[in-house]
């Protein structure tokens, strides 16, 4: 079945904080892809487009260009199944789609919505090109119609449950995209470089491994994207991600998620890095997750582990959650910096555009958005300040900051976040 799908955002992305300032939760990462993306691995070359909070639209533009933004697209006679962007697990969702008919609202155990498919029948009532709102208007109208299936599907409810699936999802996306990976080209593999379960390595066009590297299979999949450079003395454990244009310098990486253009070094464990990220030195960064365009000053090091082996809370908005894990890092958002020998307590959630500095532990659960300082006294830091460092750090990497995405972190700066586009099935 050829299907149209929209992710939709709902009104729990604040348990996402600080990622979801920037960005909806469909297109945070677990494994190669973003999240949305894996709806492939389910459905058969599906129509995809992204719906989310209206403000974000700057930045969804730019980043994924190829889907439409808050627009639904479909062909006559189409079906069109709008997916919570939460999805975690899709289960049985794709067999329930299956067998649907007119319109079908998909359910998890908790009675959450994951999704709502809308039969031909039904949406030859709207235009083939027409807004989620209108989707969620015929919803209402065909309410008496309406079924409702129980999936086993799940969804994400915090950020540090993504982390829980890096591995998995690192494995499941790349034998989903392996097959269709043509031979790469212009690939340079020097003398004393080595492969283990070299068949699980994937070595993108462009790429150069230096001597005295080892990329490691053994425990699962290592995909490395188009050039991409790894230096000598660094030791990659699978399941593994390095997005394309990256630089990864002498360290160990093991079960890491590493997004476009970010320079890796050092160790790093479990752990997901956006893209811009820069962590070139020596310091350790473990089972964390780590927005766009994040500066780790040398030996910057967080602490994934309590002396007690406790399960780790952490605070998000100033609300306390039980992780349930005693394996838990650090939550950093977009454009915060770390000066040298900065040290970050155990499950701390940083805000965006923070500027955390003097070689000493940030002891705090939460560092709010915009802050300059360290636990011996933060101020606000100030927007034009913050927005320098943020066109500056852009240009050192070709990239012009739009004028979408500063007037989205000046609304982060004034505490605004403008709802308008959430979805509610």
């Known amino acids: 079945m050829n299907l149209t799908i929209c992710f939709y955002e709902d009104e729990h992305f604040r348990r996402f904080l600080p990622f979801t300032y920037l960005r909806p939760v469909c297109c945070m990462r677990s494994g190669i892809v973003p999240l949305f993306q894996r ?7 599906p129509d995809i487009c992204l719906g989310a909070r209206h403000a974000l639209a700057p930045i969804m533009g730019a980043e994924f260009r190829d889907y439409p933004f808050n627009i639904v697209k479909r062909h006559d006679g189409q079906p069109v199944l709008f997916l919570n962007g939460r999805l975690r697990d899709y289960g049985d969702l794709p067999r329930i789609v299956d067998g649907s008919r007119l319109v079908t609202k998909i359910v998890d155990s908790t009675g959450q919505t994951a999704g709502v498919f809308f039969h031909p029948e039904v949406v030859s009532e709207i235009p083939v090109v027409a807004t989620p709102d209108q989707y969620a208007e015929c919803l209402h109208r065909h309410r008496s ?56 390595v994937y070595i993108g066009s462009g790429c150069e491994v230096l001597p005295g590297s080892v990329i490691d299979a053994t425990d699962g999949p290592v995909f490395l994207g188009d050039n991409t450079r790894i ?39 479990q752990t997901v890095f956006q893209s811009y990220v820069n962590k070139y030195h020596a ?41 349930g894990s005693i394996k838990i890092g650090s939550f950093i958002g977009d454009h915060t910096k770390f000066g040298i020998g900065t040290l970050l307590n155990t499950g701390i959630n940083i805000g965006v555009c923070c500027n955390l500095f003097g070689g000493t532990l940030i002891t705090e659960r939460e560092v709010p958005s915009f802050r300059w300082g360290n636990s011996s006294g933060y101020e606000v830091y100030r927007f034009d300040k913050a927005i320098e460092t943020v066109r500056r750090a ?25 709802e308008t586009g959430l979805l509610t099935f």
């Open 39 to 45: 709806a492939a691995r389910y459905f058969e070359n």
């Open 145 to 200: 119609d309406m079924t409702e299936a129980e999936s086993s599907a799940t969804l994400y409810d915090r950020t540090w449950e993504i982390l829980g699936d890096i591995e998995g999802e690192i494995a499941a996306d790349f034998k989903h995209l392996r097959p269709g990976l043509g031979k790469p080209s212009g690939v340079r593999i020097h003398n004393g470089a080595r492969a283990i379960k070299s068949d699980q």
């Open 394 to 418: 852009a240009e050192r990497r070709n990239v012009t900051l739009s004028v979408g995405e500063e007037s989205l972190l000046r609304a982060v700066a004034e505490g605004r976040i403008d």
């Open 231 to 269: 230096e000598s003395h660094v030791a990659i454990y699978g399941p593994c991600y390095v997005g394309p244009n990256s630089l990864v310098v002498a360290g160990k990486i093991r079960g890491c998620s590493i997004g476009h253009t970010c320079r890796a070094g050092g160790e790093i464990e």
């Open 283 to 323: 310091g350790f960064i473990g089972h964390s997750y780590v927005g766009s365009w994040v500066n780790f000053g040398a030996m910057t090091t967080n602490s994934d582990l309590k002396n007690n082996y406790s399960a780790i809370q952490v605070s998000v908005e100033g609300q306390l959650a039980d992780t």
